[in-house]
């Protein structure tokens, strides 16, 4: 059975930093692909980040890009996603997701992931 888990998640101030982990079991975690994707209150998902399998290639929304940072470390079956200088307009859920097929590259349609995490809350405040 695929389980994903998300951490880290919490409230910070606007301008803060904070790092989620995403660690998944139940598949040879190295062979896929990963996303984030979050869902703010009342708005649909919005992609945020992926990273290839081989974890050389990402992707970024244009929103978080410069300001986010996605990596893997495969030796733990871990997703990251660092966060820098926060904004109020990232406030969500934040999910990962493990792609269907293996050996794919940072794709950013939900439709490639078939493994979702059950997501961690993150708030900024002003």
């Known amino acids: 059975q695929v389980q994903l888990v998300e951490s880290g998640g919490g409230l910070v101030q606007a301008g803060d930093s904070l790092r989620l982990s995403c660690e998944v079991s139940?598949?040879?975690?190295?062979?896929?692909?990963l996303a984030w994707v979050r869902q703010a209150p009342g708005k649909d998902r919005e992609f945020v980040a992926a990273?290839?399998?081989?974890?050389?290639?990402?992707n970024y929304a244009d929103s978080v890009k410069g300001r986010f940072t996605i990596s893997r470390e495969n030796a733990k079956n871990s997703v990251y996603l660092q966060m820098n200088s926060l904004k109020l307009e990232d406030t969500a859920v934040y999910y990962c997701?493990?792609?269907?097929?293996?050996?794919?590259?940072?794709?950013?349609?939900?439709?490639?992931?078939?493994?979702w995490g059950q997501g961690t809350q993150v708030t900024v405040s002003s």
């Open positions: 990273i290839s399998w081989s974890g050389e290639s990402t």
């Open positions: 997701a493990l792609a269907d097929r293996a050996w794919g590259g940072p794709n950013r349609w939900e439709d490639d992931y078939g493994y």
């Open positions: 139940g598949r040879t975690f190295g062979r896929y692909g």
